[in-house]
């Protein structure tokens, strides 16, 4: 497990390594306790951590590529029409 998850970094587009560093550490662990635990339990709840790690990653990382393409404008919210 990461001993010290910061996410204090210099630009955006860092932010989704750290968090992919995070789960891929968070997988280790997993998969360390599986073999070290009868309960199966604990060895999933880090698995799963993880994999919610690397999704918001991805997440992340789409929106990162987004703004800084240069064929797409700032993301905006549509506005309702009026009826």
């Not at 910061?6 to 968070?26: E, F, I, M, Q, R």
Request: charged share 25%.
């Amino acid at each position: 497990m990461p001993a010290d998850l910061s996410l204090d970094v210099d630009a955006p587009d860092k932010v989704a390594g750290v968090l992919t560093a995070a789960a891929s550490a968070y997988q280790a662990s997993a998969f360390e306790l599986s073999a070290a635990w009868q309960d199966r339990r604990i060895p999933m709840i880090w698995a799963a951590i993880a994999g919610e790690l690397d999704v918001a990653a991805w997440k992340i990382d789409q929106i990162v590529k987004q703004q800084l393409d240069p064929r797409h404008g700032p993301m905006r919210r549509r506005s309702k029409a009026a009826p």
